[in-house]
């Protein structure tokens, strides 16, 4: 667990320091005295009597106590280091940068769990090894640069990867993002992404505490963890944003379902960010974005005022915006809109964007940011304001810089010239304001973080379905794809409906089934997995002659150990689906049936169980929604029966781990009622 001794040290210990500041125990110790650390600052040498202007020791038996040690030393002495340290020196933070360990073999695993043990019998924190090490407010106990501004007011940032931890600051710098702690984890041998994570929702006070929180992770170790602990820090009033990386090699396994095939541990992290609310990225770019999304004041609806200069630029961030969902309202005639056109000069256009024209000057930017504050219909302002190089522009982002502290709606400012007057954005950025210089990659971040669902609040759903019911059957279950008669009964239980069915080994069974059933029906085989790749389902049978003429047909099939009479059922067709994921446990898929979910792959996944605000947010991600609420003259689904049969399946799951693929394939679905027609379980235990 991280302790203060990590993050405010009054003393500090550099074992392998050095005059070379090419060298990582160089170059931590330049960092170190460039930054001010305020505390003791030891250096170990075996040769040298001074670093870079500080006593050095030759061992560490040498020194006081100390309260972080920083080991930049060969892997195979780092244990008798740490031990030492630990036993001896009440050292109680460690940030071992050397590489060497778990990443290369099995005898570099073993050397971590020995120095690991020793943390732990010591009640000491360690990061690394292999790391970059870490940045607080109170040192830079890093060996790269740049070191940004550290402060409170800033971000915090864990990373898996040290140059990436680097690559992803030299991103957010130039955009006037700050940063107040900077974690590089390396090989999370004793302290992962989900524990620092862990201690920043333990130690969070609001005000105080850094609200905006960014994690760069290659791999997710305790996903229960990470998502109690983000859903937590999200509920204090906290921002998350993640980039999950590797997931390009998740889904390549073979499946013999819909949902196997398309759920994979990539889904998994989707289905996690969601449920927690984490803003998911996928490059530097977006995330540092989302990150200066975060640090202004929030937007609260879905219009959005643009006020331009520059035409160009206003029509690329409507495009963006509206793409991902938001509103860029017209503003309505008015004497408000009346009286700012005539402040502005002729040609200038109070539409939505409001186009000032290349000559607009800060006075005039100042009334179109009052109108669009106190009288137009907007919930926050796009601001692009760059210059040509023929004038002077401080004044205008003087105004923009004061605008953004007293307005009440948001203000993202888009200032592209980075060059041009680039001692004018630096003043602007060191007021503690931030620039999205990229109009689109503003208009993507701002959109993907409003679409990005809060966690819901805690639901408990147990009473939907009958637990005892649901063992009762899976417990009496051999291994493998489950007969319809199984899957009714756990569909029963869990209050799934379903269409009318029974099966048929005989020709009379099957008669009698179609006639208790009603005509029309459907028929299908039982026992091959993919009926229909085998001719093995048959539609709109209408009378006795056709069941029996078409029991004798199916029962022909290779594999056949039965015959299916269902009712025949119409609608809009309807997939649900859920495989079993190592760590993560169930991850339930919805969409449309047929080439939507086939050919489009048009899913959304979530994390069971599942609550009714999750599984409508689910719902309306899809990019079918729309034909789901009814387009032109078809008729829609019943949306809130969708997103109920949703919860009930998570829920079913959430009992039955044994299961561990389902697919409903497909559910038809009308204005009144969705009933599931084909299903196929499969259990494992």
Same mark, same amino acid.
């Given at each position: 667990m991280i302790n203060e001794k990590l993050l405010h040290p009054e003393s500090i210990v550099i074992v392998g320091a050095s005059n070379n500041t090419s060298k990582p125990g160089g170059k931590i110790v330049k960092n170190l005295l460039d930054h001010n650390f305020k505390g003791d600052l030891f250096a170990i040498n075996p040769v040298e009597s001074q670093i870079q202007g500080i006593p050095a020791f030759h061992s560490v038996a040498e020194l006081p106590d100390i309260d972080l040690a920083i080991l930049a030393i060969p892997a195979k002495y780092c244990l008798e280091t740490v031990t030492q340290l630990a036993e001896e020196n009440n050292t109680k933070a460690f940030i071992i940068i050397s590489a060497g360990f778990g990443e290369t073999d099995e005898a570099g695993k073993e050397l971590e769990k020995k120095i690991v043990d020793v943390i732990e019998k010591n009640n000491a924190c360690l990061i690394g090894p292999n790391c970059i090490g870490v940045m607080t407010p109170s040192h830079a106990s890093v060996f790269t640069t740049p070191i940004p501004e550290l402060t409170h007011e800033g971000c915090d940032f864990i990373s898996g990867s040290g140059a990436t931890a680097v690559f992803i600051i030299e991103s957010g710098i130039p955009k006037g993002l700050r940063f107040a702690n900077v974690f590089s984890v390396g090989n999370s041998a004793h302290t992962g992404v989900e524990d620092i994570l862990a201690y920043l929702d333990e130690t969070y006070q609001p005000g105080i505490s850094p609200r905006v929180k960014l994690l760069y992770i290659e791999n997710i170790n305790n996903p229960d963890k990470l998502l109690s602990h983000a859903t937590s820090l999200i509920r204090k009033g906290c921002r998350i944003a993640a980039i999950k990386a590797g997931s390009s090699s998740a889904g390549s396994r073979a499946a013999s379902s819909h949902t196997g095939a398309l759920t994979s541990s990539d889904a998994a992290v989707e289905a996690l960010f969601r449920k927690a609310g984490i803003v998911r990225c996928y490059g530097r770019e977006e995330l540092t974005t989302v990150a200066s999304v975060f640090m202004g004041k929030e937007l609260e609806g879905e219009k959005l005022g643009i006020i331009t200069h520059a035409g160009g630029p206003g029509v690329m961030l409507t495009d963006a915006?509206?793409?991902?969902?938001?509103?860029?309202?017209?503003?309505? +005639?008015?004497? %408000?809109?009346?009286?700012?056109?005539?402040? !502005? #000069? /002729?040609?200038?256009? @109070?539409?939505?964007?409001?186009?000032?024209?290349?000559?607009?000057?800060?006075?005039?930017?100042?009334?179109?940011?009052?109108?669009?504050?106190?009288?137009?219909?907007? +919930?926050?302002? %796009?601001?692009?304001?760059?210059?040509?190089? !023929? #004038? /002077?522009?401080?004044? @205008?982002?003087?105004?923009?810089?004061?605008?953004?502290?007293?307005?009440?709606?948001p203000i993202y400012p888009i200032l592209p010239s980075i060059i041009n007057v680039k001692e004018d954005v630096a003043h602007f950025l060191s007021r503690g304001n931030v620039n999205f210089p990229d109009e689109v990659l503003l208009g993507r971040a701002l959109t993907k973080v409003m679409n990005t669902p809060r966690p819901s609040a805690s639901e408990n759903f147990t009473e939907l379905v009958n637990r005892d019911e649901i063992r009762s059957v899976i417990e009496k279950c051999e291994n493998g794809y489950q007969s319809p008669d199984v899957i009714h009964q756990l569909f029963n239980s869990a209050g799934i409906p379903m269409v009318k069915e029974t099966v048929a080994t005989s020709e009379s069974e099957a008669v009698l089934a179609a006639l208790n059933i009603g005509f029309p029906v459907v028929m299908k085989v039982v026992g091959p997995v993919h009926k229909t790749e085998v001719g093995g389902v048959v539609l709109n049978i209408r009378n006795v002659t056709e069941v029996r003429k078409e029991f004798h047909h199916l029962f022909q099939i290779e594999g056949t150990e039965g015959v299916l009479i269902a009712q025949m059922a119409s609608g809009t067709e309807l997939f649900l689906g859920a495989t079993y994921e190592d760590t993560f446990g169930h991850v339930v898929l919805c969409g449309m049936g047929g080439i939507y979910v086939e050919v489009m792959k048009d899913v959304a996944s979530g994390l069971a169980p599942l609550s009714n605000t999750e599984a409508l947010s689910m719902i309306k991600s899809l990019k079918s929604y729309k034909i789901l609420q009814g387009f032109r003259n078809q008729k829609g689904v019943n949306i809130e029966k969708f997103a109920d049969i949703l919860v009930r399946l998570s829920w079913l799951l959430r009992n039955a781990i044994e299961i561990k693929e389902i697919d409903i394939n497909p559910l038809l679905g009308n204005e009144n009622e969705i009933l599931a027609v084909d299903a196929r379980i499969r259990i494992e235990r």
């Open positions: 915006l509206e793409a991902g969902g938001l509103k860029i309202p017209e503003i309505e +005639d008015s004497p %408000a809109k009346t009286a700012l056109l005539k402040k !502005l #000069f /002729p040609g200038s256009s @109070v539409e939505n964007p409001i186009d000032f024209l290349a000559t607009g000057t800060a006075e005039q930017l100042g009334h179109i940011i009052d109108a669009c504050e106190k009288d137009f219909d907007v +919930d926050g302002m %796009a601001v692009i304001y760059g210059s040509p190089g !023929l #004038f /002077p522009i401080g004044d @205008v982002y003087d105004l923009l810089s004061e605008k953004m502290k007293v307005c009440k709606k």
